[in-house]
């Protein structure tokens, strides 16, 4: 009986929809469709007023321009060549492990054996003991760890300083959380002869004259994308007394920590007295093993300022991939069994980008760019200007000069790099359209085919 009510219910249902249907096609031309379609126009589902602004990146564009224009590229932070073995054959070996729950949803807040190994590895580094369970939070990439650490301590009208250039996302996250950037610039002491990323510094007034009572924290980067600085001590201490004075948050994002060449030595802003309390670090898998697509992070800080992020991870992203985070884990195990050895390969990174740095800027420098030699990452700035009439800068239309001639590049010398004006706020972006983003973690013969490229054209 019910199933031929069930039946009835269905027939009587399909009825209405073919009915309903021809209706609406039939009586389009009296504005059915026009309603329908005017229905998802209306206001109501356009982007809220907190995102609004915040719907360009740099990367979507110029991936689709990289997908379009099949440019050498050297404009996203990733290495084109294999990912170290330690950290892919234990994935391997993840997979068809005996364990079935591998490849099942684990902790929330983190893999047990990826956070008691990130607890174990800074315990050594900050000189305190970390924990795993209170202290760490695994996330989706540095991205979400910034992203929930953002969310998690921001309300409507918090100020947050930011350092000029700075990576992309740091400004719309701010603003999407309801906050308001306040931006400071690296500006570089002497913009001739050889310059390094340790010449470009901020104006200590200046940054002092931010800080204000309504400012949550502020948004450090060390070492630095795009320009390659480490802050130095002195630098860091100024930044913590302020901090420290005003009682605000640091956000110490350190996915290069591993990547500093000799002699500078990276500082983590958390091991400068009374620091700890008050900052939240964020590291990432994809720049500590070279696997930026395995999109894993953590943060790591007080577990009272944790408690924020997991609130937001735990709403949002719930848990990471499994597999993912056991080889990371592994691969963390096996480095800090070799930590001080030259094979270690947080050591041995930054050996195997030295001699692709100086490359780097050596064939930049033969075709008339001043390139800001980095002190750790591996990405390089450069100031193009003296070659400006070589580009046709009015065949692309947009608003920044180092846009125009990323795009013209692209297109015309099939070389992509990435336009730094992306990293600055509305009012300093003139300070950054003399200069492009090159990243230098690229296979030997692309870095040659990339100088062979630019001498090519600037022969010309
Ligand atoms: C400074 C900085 N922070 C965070 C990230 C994001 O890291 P992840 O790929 O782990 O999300 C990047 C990636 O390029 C970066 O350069």
Redesign the pocket.
Known sequence: MSVMRGATVLLVLSMLTRVCFSATSKTASFGTVKNIRSITKMSKFDLPDRLKGNDKSVWVEYIQLALQYKPLNLG??FPDYYAPENVTNALAAVAKNDNPLLQQYTRGFGHPRLVNVIAKFYSKLINRDLDPNKEVLVT???????YATLQGHTNPGDEWIIIEPF?D?YEPMVQTAGGIPRYIALKPKSTSGTVTSGDWVFDRKEMESLFNEKTKGIIL?TP??PIGKVFTLDELQFIANLAKKWNVLVVS?E??EHIVYEPYKHIRIATLPDMYERTIT?G????TFSV?GW???WAYGPANLLRNLQVIHQNSVYTCSTPIQEAIAIGFELEMERLQQPECYFRSLAMELLPKRDYMAKFLREVGMIPTIPEG?YFMLANWSALENKVRLNEESDENKDYRFTKWMTKNVGLQGIPPTAFYGPEHKTLAEDYVRYCFIKKDENLKAAADLLKKWASK
Do not use: M, P, R, W
């Not at 990432?284 to 720049?287: L, Q």
């Open positions: 996203q932070g989706s990439g540095a991205y979400e760890a910034l990576f996302c980067n630095h994308n994002d996915v290069y964020i990432s898998a994809g720049k930026t999109k894993i992070g990452g």
